[in-house]
T-cell receptor, first 115, second 115 residues
Framework: DQQVKQNSPSLSVQEGRISILNCDYT??????FLWYKKYPAEGPTFLIS?????DKNEDGRFTVFLNKSAKHLSLHIVPSQPGDSAVYFC??????????????FGKGTHLIIQP | DAGVIQSPRHEVTEMGQEVTLRCKPI?????LFWYRQTMMRGLELLIY????????DSGMPEDRFSAKMPNASFSTLKIQPSEPRDSAVYFC?????????????FGPGTRLTVL
């Protein structure tokens, strides 16, 4: 059973507009959420994260919103640029008491930025 | 830094053969993760190590899979015997206590095809 769900396999957005990628989770123990970006033939790279004690985190053009009651998070990219075309993975983790944790990933959303 | 190094990048083998995937983490990182990406299941955690010791191997699919980390700079994931359903992209990632929480650095992956 998928604990992290990205229900849109793909999303097409015009350059300069806002891209909104969505993610839902089922495990209420998750307390940290991350977005990773992946280009073809490369490994995922970290983009932005948010702790469950916050509802928003912003880094330049990227903002992640967390709605704990709905178990939903979203990634906003404003404005969208051609280089943003990639697969975006939502990931979550449970605090294990220190150190690193294994991540639970969604299946990804392929974002295509149209010129 | 060269980043996480994985070899081989591509592997094609026949059912029943032994397959060994290799990973060199970023120097100084004390956590190492193995993930597998398939169309059906997305990116899933197989096993991770801390200071060369396996911490969580609950994601290892079955006894045909084994992973070792004999030293801080090398890890292997072995499949014996391999089956067509093992075809996937296998990623290795590493992180350190000094990384942002759960920011993991991924290698480029090994694309495994089992005929």
């Amino acid at each position: 059973d998928q604990q992290v769900k990205q229900n849109s396999p793909s999303l097409s957005v015009q350059e300069g507009r806002i891209s909104i990628l969505n993610c839902d989770y089922t495990n209420s123990m998750f307390d940290y959420f991350l977005w990773y970006k992946k280009y073809p033939a490369e490994g995922p790279t970290f983009l932005i994260s948010i702790s469950s004690i916050k509802d928003k985190n912003e880094d330049g053009r990227f903002t992640v919103f967390l709605n704990k009651s709905a178990k939903h998070l979203s990634l906003h990219i404003v404005p969208s640029q051609p280089g943003d075309s990639a697969v975006y993975f939502c990931a979550a983790s449970v605090y294990s008491g220190g150190g690193a944790d294994g991540l639970t990933f969604g299946k990804g959303t392929h974002l295509i930025i149209q010129p | 830094d060269a980043g996480v190094i994985q070899s081989p990048r591509h592997e094609v083998t026949e059912m029943g053969q032994e397959v060994t995937l290799r990973c060199k983490p970023i120097s100084g990182h004390d956590y190492l993760f193995w993930y597998r990406q398939t169309m059906m299941r997305g990116l899933e955690l197989l096993i991770y190590f801390n200071n060369n010791v396996p911490i969580d191997d609950s994601g290892m699919p079955e006894d045909r899979f084994s992973a070792k980390m004999p030293n801080a700079s090398f890890s292997t994931l072995k499949i014996q015997p391999s089956e067509p359903r093992d075809s996937a992209v296998y990623f290795c990632a590493s992180s350190s206590q000094e990384s942002r929480r759960d920011e993991q650095f991924f290698g480029p992956g090994t694309r495994l095809t089992v005929l």
